[in-house]
């Protein structure tokens, strides 16, 4: 058996800074904040149909369930894997966006206006915490600088 003539890549310096910064980015009261404000935002989401009394409409109630699952689970990777996650918060925000416009382009009309309300609601909060967490690694960087 051969010894490797050069360390393993997970000891290297700049790995080990990066995973202490991303360490130290998620462990801020605001970072932990956002996170489960993110969460709550994607269990709403999903909820919201019975919620806010729209689920008779069977192609938005679906599509906010499948939605709010998916941003849910987008997000609440961002805590305990950050140096791995943080650029899927592009894809939260894409899905957030689409919860804006989906009750006029899933249900071809917003028969209740609880829905459309609902869905614009929680589209822009949820817009606002992927915006948030896609900068919390970047905002340290550009202080330093």
């Known amino acids: 058996m051969t010894v490797p003539t050069s360390p393993r890549i997970d000891t290297h310096p700049d790995i080990v800074a990066l995973r202490a910064h991303s360490e130290e980015t998620t462990a801020t009261p605001v970072a932990q904040a956002v996170e489960a404000l993110a969460i709550l935002c994607g269990v709403y989401l999903a909820a919201s149909p019975w919620i806010a009394g729209f689920s008779g409409s069977t192609t938005l109630a679906i599509n906010n369930l499948i939605c709010g699952v998916a941003f849910a689970c987008l997000v609440g990777g961002f805590g305990p ?15 957030a966006a689409w919860t804006i416009m989906a009750p006029w382009i ?8 609880r829905a459309g309300v609902s869905n614009v609601v929680v589209g822009i ?13 970047v905002s340290r960087e550009r202080r330093r600088v």
């Open 81 to 95: 894997a950050y140096e791995r996650t943080h650029s899927m918060s592009w894809a939260a925000l894409a899905l």
């Open 125 to 137: 909060l949820a817009c606002l915490t992927a915006l948030t967490l896609a900068g919390l690694g």
């Open 106 to 113: 899933v249900a071809g009309h917003v028969w209740v206006t």
